[in-house]
């Protein structure tokens, strides 16, 4: 069974205090995992799209990797706006857009 | 970048009723939708995949009767709780691919509706 596992389940960090997001998963097949924000009470908001072990990808103090087992959302210097739940999903090889979603990190960054 | 709007935000209705939510494509053209279900504090589910033109397909253990979909045109799809009961209550998430606003492989999420069953 395809199965997409996120730690931890909350997060508090201090502003300016670095730290990682995990994401774990089993596969029969991967297109590819993407990285999600989604703010309380909103429809997710796309952040990265990684393919293939080894990619890496950055925005602002967002830093996506992948292996060929997990991928990680680092955050650098947080900022309290950066609060919110961080989800991964996992695109399958069913050559279809049906992404399988993590049960998401909620990240509180305070002042 | 593109946009997905769905309609309403929140709605509230006794049991028995029928509730219908709009998720429409702005200034593209999606000829596949997918519907989501979220539980408070849970991750999103996938109910169905929403064809253009066709009948939607279902997730294992999702009912189609009670949940009507329908993809009516290029840029609107509608989801359609029927009977509903306080159990039917969530969040109610839509997504579309662009692949010329976007990039290809990236869907594009709606703001949710937010469904209460009283």
């Known amino acids: 069974e395809d199965q997409v596992t996120q730690s931890p389940e909350a997060l508090r960090l201090q502003e300016g205090e670095s730290s990682s997001l995990n994401c774990s998963y089993t596969?029969?097949?991967?297109?590819?995992l993407f990285w999600y924000r989604q703010d309380p009470g909103k429809g997710p908001e796309f952040l990265f799209t990684?393919?293939?072990a080894g990619e890496e990808k950055e925005k602002e103090r967002l830093k996506a990797t992948l292996t060929k087992k997990e991928s990680f959302l680092h955050i650098t210097a947080p900022k309290p706006e950066d609060s919110a739940t961080y989800l991964c999903?996992?695109?399958?090889?069913?050559?279809?857009?049906?992404?399988?979603f993590g049960t998401g990190t909620r990240l509180l960054v305070s002042p | 970048g593109a946009v997905v709007s769905q309609h309403p935000s929140r709605v509230i209705c006794k049991s028995g009723t029928s509730v219908k939510i709009e998720c429409r494509s702005l200034?593209?053209?999606?000829?596949?939708m997918f519907w989501y279900r979220q539980f408070p504090k849970q991750s999103l589910m996938l109910m169905a995949t929403s064809n253009e033109g066709s009948k939607a397909t279902y997730e294992q253990g999702v009912e189609k009767d009670k949940f009507l979909i329908n993809h009516a045109s290029l840029t609107l799809s509608t989801l359609t709780v029927t009977s509903a009961h306080p159990e039917d209550s969530s969040f109610y998430i839509c997504?579309?691919?662009?692949?010329?606003?976007?990039?290809?492989?990236?869907?594009?999420f709606g703001a949710g509706s937010r469904l209460t069953v009283l």
């Open positions: 999903a996992v695109q399958l090889n069913t050559g279809f857009q049906k992404l399988v």
């Open positions: 200034d593209f053209q999606a000829t596949t």
């Open positions: 990684l393919y293939s």
């Open positions: 596969v029969s097949g991967l297109r590819g």
């Open positions: 997504s579309a691919e662009d692949r010329v606003k976007s990039g290809a492989n990236v869907l594009t």
